[in-house]
């Protein structure tokens, strides 16, 4: 905290000697569940929040010194645990010729694949802002890389541990029962067991590749319950992994395959996303794009969620549509529904986007649980299908 | 005796004369597919040697009401001299300010299509992504991709067809076809000034045949060096009535930009 304030009264100090710029969103966002909850204690009905992102980026030195500060609030009418802060980015990042290096927190994305974010790993999910995975929290790291020809290499030291967001017993889209605070860890360094990880990228004509091991506490926790059994105990282990992403990208096609192999709690297991998204270009004579995508997920851990942690993707097909309309409004759709091969249970997603004037924007997100079955780790979802629509003014 | 001696002169005269004709009517047509060739190899060469550049630039949106919708964006371009592989470039938008940091890196080729990486500022991913279309419209724009990025001399086969006024200036008229996979024209027309031997006035001819586009480019300025650049392209689209602006602030020459700066990874730092 005390560096926090530091930071604050130092920068309008070095804003003026650098070249400063602010951005960010502020915005609001309507949730609509279209039927009664499943579980005593979850709202019916509607679920508003508040959203605000400021974006404080500085560079100096020809944006060879780099700076951000990007903190993040959410305010959440309904489920006292999906209102929350983070903090996004805070680092320093020096760029030399052969090598850069940051230090601070930051957010890196790893994969290829747009169903099942597999081997995405350095950050801890935000689930409380949707469940799709792509919402993260800021990670303390210190990152060096080195750029050469053969490509980049980079080394993460993760000092400190981030804890997953979960609903709160009044949310919605939670487990049943619902997921308590107290957390337990494998390493008795808990929180401040420092995680590492190296990572090798390139690409050699139509191929990109990636290629990395990671050790140390896992991001997917496992559950247990805890001693009333009326809720469940996080529990984080130490991890290996070792995971690659490769996309080769060929005229209007672009296959995917990301896999991984990964040790946890005496047990180790694979599991592998792939497929392909191919683009139909100017459809009909018009500037739309229609881009249709299939992948396939397969994951071998153990199906009981306090023996590995529970995954959703285990044998699953993923049939979307993405429609870039290509107009000035930058108008985007895509819908997609992902199947599971052995008990047919089903998410449709479908989120739409459009800009209005230079500074709004407009976002509709609606996911449909069908089909669910009793069994299944979907089943706590199975009343929480929704409507939502986000409303963003960008500064 | 005398007579057949005249015959065969006259025979020798004639043969001579189609000859001539004929190696003249050679000589002409090699000369216009040449001549159109060396006009445009010297006006892009004359554009050759700048090393790297960044240059700031606003694109004003117009359709056929008139309606205005405005981005602006920074453009770094990394010369490759070799004249068989195509230059480096990183486009970073700005504005609207919701596309705020999204970056496009291409690496031109000439006939192949061009390797592509996008990288989007609010996952912090980089993906790379398929460059067949470069007949779509670039961000919404009149512009397709092909018209930002193709003026590498060996996409085209090119053809002399006069010359002519063009404003205050005299231009040679070239009409070239592009070589290169997936271009969404049949040919284009290319007015090149006798002057500076710039670019001054394209017209785009779409895969009917049919004219689609028109491109005015003024506002050149010379930077040291010899270097001209346009800060002002007008594109017209007459079958939509739609166009795009594009103002160009002053370019920066030899930055400092270096291979490492056009890397993918430099994707998810530039700014």
Not at chain 2, 95 to 101: E, H, L, Q
């Amino acid at each position: 905290m005390r560096h926090l304030i530091l930071f604050f009264a130092v920068l309008p100090l070095v804003a003026d000697a650098y070249e400063t710029k602010l951005s960010g969103f502020i915005g609001g966002e309507l949730r609509y569940f279209v039927s009664d909850a499943q579980f005593e204690n979850q709202f019916n009905g509607l679920q508003a929040s508040l959203l605000l992102q400021p974006e404080v980026q500085l560079q100096a030195d020809k944006g060879n010194n780099q700076f951000s500060f990007i903190p993040f609030i959410r305010l959440d009418s309904r489920d006292d645990r999906r209102t929350h802060g983070d903090l996004r980015e805070a680092y320093w990042r020096h760029i030399d010729d052969q090598w850069e290096l940051l230090i601070g927190v930051n957010r890196v994305f790893w994969g290829v694949a747009e169903s099942n974010h597999l081997v995405d790993i350095i950050n801890q999910t935000d689930e409380v802002e949707d469940i799709d995975r792509e919402d993260k929290l800021g990670q303390p790291m210190i990152n060096l890389s080195a750029q050469q020809g053969w490509g980049k290499l980079s080394l993460f030291i993760l000092p400190w541990f981030r804890e997953r967001t979960f609903p709160s017993k009044d949310g919605r889209l939670r487990s049943q029962p619902s997921v308590e605070r107290d957390v337990m860890y494998e390493s008795t360094a808990e929180q401040g067991h420092v995680d590492f990880a190296l990572r090798y990228s390139h690409y050699l004509g139509d191929w990109d590749l990636g290629l990395y091991y990671f050790t140390g506490t896992g991001r997917e926790p496992r559950f247990l319950l805890n001693e009333s059994g009326a809720g469940l105990i996080a529990l984080y282990d130490q991890i290996d992994q070792l995971g690659s992403d490769i996309q080769f990208t060929h005229g209007a096609w672009l296959w995917k395959f990301e896999g991984i192999v990964r040790s946890q709690n005496e047990d180790e297991f694979s599991a592998t996303v792939g497929g392909f998204e191919y683009t139909l270009y100017q459809i009909n004579d018009s500037a739309a794009d229609l881009g249709v995508l299939l992948e396939y997920s397969h994951d071998t851990r153990d199906e009981d969620p306090a023996k590995a942690p529970p995954v959703i993707f285990d044998d699953d097909i993923f049939l979307a549509a993405r429609l870039a309309v290509n107009d000035t409004q930058d108008s985007m759709l895509l819908a997609g529904i992902s199947i599971d091969r052995n008990d047919h249970s089903s998410v449709l997603s479908i989120e739409a986007e459009r800009r209005f004037g230079s500074r709004w924007s407009v976002e509709l997100e609606s996911r449909w649980f069908m089909n669910i079955k009793e069994e299944t780790l979907l089943a706590s979802l199975k009343k929480d299908s929704y409507v939502g629509l986000k409303l963003l003014r960008y500064f | 005796m005398k007579t057949i001696l005249q015959h065969k002169l006259l025979n020798t005269l004639i043969i001579s004369a189609l000859l001539v004709t004929m190696s003249w009517t050679a000589a002409h047509a090699q000369t216009e597919e040449q001549r159109g060739f060396e006009i445009s190899a010297r006006s892009d060469r004359s554009d050759r040697g700048f090393g790297d550049s960044r240059v700031v630039l606003k694109m004003i949106l117009r359709n056929a009401a008139g309606k205005e919708t405005t981005r602006e964006l920074v453009l770094r371009t990394l010369e490759i001299p070799d004249e068989s592989l195509g230059d480096r470039s990183m486009i970073v938008f700005q504005r609207p300010a919701d596309i705020n940091g999204t970056a496009l890196l291409s690496y031109a080729k000439i006939l192949e299509p061009d390797d592509q990486w996008i990288y989007l500022p609010g996952l912090r991913r980089i993906k790379r992504i398929s460059s067949v279309n470069k007949s779509g419209p670039f961000v919404g724009s009149e512009f397709a991709f092909e018209d930002l990025t193709a003026s590498e001399l060996n996409k085209y086969k090119y053809k002399f067809a006069g010359s002519e006024v063009c404003g205050q200036l005299q231009c040679d008229r070239v009409e070239r076809y592009p070589q290169y996979k997936y271009s969404g024209y049949a040919r284009q027309i290319v007015w090149i000034d006798q002057m500076a031997h710039q670019i001054r006035k394209i017209e785009f001819y779409d895969r009917r045949g049919d004219l689609l586009k028109t491109l005015l480019m003024d506002d050149y300025r010379e930077y040291p060096g010899k270097i001209w650049r346009p800060h002002h392209f007008l594109m017209r689209n007459h079958q939509t009535g739609k166009s795009t602006e594009l103002v160009y602030s002053d370019y920066e020459f030899n930055t400092g930009l270096k291979d490492k700066d056009f890397a993918k990874g430099a994707l998810s730092r530039v700014r």
